[in-house]
T-cell receptor, first 113, second 117 residues
C-alpha cells in the first residue's frame, strides 16, 4: 500500500520568510495530493490540492509542486504570517477503488513575529 | 452550507465501557470517511462508506470497532469494549465524487476527542 513520508517534523521561521514542507510517496499510481492545515483544537482544513496531471498549483501565498518521476510533492508558503502557525499534513490518495487518504506525519510550523 | 458535524466533541470513559461517536456529513455527500489521530502521530484512515455501503474498512483496528451508516446519511462509530490504546481524536470527513470527476476534496469535522481511563 501507499506510504507517505513528511519532513521536517517541526519548522520555525521568521514572519515574512518562506516555509517549505516536503513529502514523498511510494505508490506511483497515486493521483491526488491534498494538503491540510490543522490549528490547535480545530479541524483539518484543506488549503490546497494537486492532481497528478499538473506539476504546480498556486493560490495566493500558497503553492504546491509535484514531481511524479521522483514521487515527491512540496508545499511552499511565502511571506509567512503568525496566523500560518499550525500543523500541516500532506496526504496521498491511494490508487484503488477507495477514497482512502494516506497522511504524512505532520509538520508543526511556527512563525515568529 | 453546513459542514461536517461530529458529536460528542469530547468523551471520557473507563476501559471496558462502550462509546458511540456520530458524524453528520455535508448534505448530499455520498462518501463518508472515518480517520483517527493518536496523540502526536499521523492521521490514519479507518474506513470509507459510499452511501450506506462499506467501500473500504481496511483501517479498522479490530472487531471492537463497528461503523454503520444506515440510510446513507449520518454514520456512527461504536467502540466496545474500549481499551486504553483507543484514545485519540476521531475525525469524520465527507466528499462528493461526481460521475467522471474523481478526487473531490474531503472535508473534515472538528473531531471527537476520546479519552479512555
Amino acid at each position: 500500500g501507499e506510504n507517505v513520508e513528511q519532513h521536517p517534523s517541526t519548522l520555525s521561521v521568521q514572519e515574512g520568510d518562506s516555509a517549505v514542507i516536503k513529502c514523498t510517496y511510494s505508490d506511483s499510481a497515486s493521483n491526488y495530493f491534498p494538503w491540510y492545515k490543522q490549528e490547535l483544537g480545530k479541524r483539518p482544513q484543506l488549503i490546497i490540492d494537486i492532481r497528478s496531471n499538473v506539476g504546480e498549483k498556486k493560490d495566493q501565498r500558497i503553492a504546491v509542486t509535484l514531481n511524479k518521476t521522483a514521487k515527491h510533492f512540496s508545499l511552499h508558503i511565502t511571506e509567512t504570517q503568525p496566523e500560518d502557525s499550525a500543523v500541516y499534513f500532506c496526504a496521498a490518495k491511494e490508487a484503488s477503488n477507495t477514497g482512502k487518504l494516506i497522511f504524512g506525519q505532520g509538520t508543526t510550523l511556527q512563525v515568529k513575529p | 452550507e453546513a459542514g461536517v458535524t461530529q458529536f460528542p466533541s469530547h468523551s471520557v470513559i473507563e476501559k471496558g465501557q462502550t462509546v458511540t461517536l456520530r458524524c453528520d456529513p455535508i448534505s448530499g455527500h455520498d462518501n463518508l470517511y472515518w480517520y483517527r489521530r493518536v496523540m502526536g502521530k499521523e492521521i490514519k484512515f479507518l474506513l470509507h462508506f459510499v452511501k450506506e455501503s462499506k467501500q473500504d474498512e481496511s483501517g479498522m483496528p479490530n472487531n471492537r470497532f463497528l461503523a454503520e451508516r444506515t440510510g446513507g446519511t449520518y454514520s456512527t462509530l461504536k467502540v466496545q469494549p474500549a481499551e486504553l490504546e483507543d484514545s485519540g481524536v476521531y475525525f469524520c470527513a465527507s466528499s462528493q465524487d461526481w460521475a467522471g470527476v474523481e478526487n473531490q476534496p474531503q472535508h473534515f469535522g472538528d473531531g471527537t476527542r476520546l479519552s479512555i481511563l
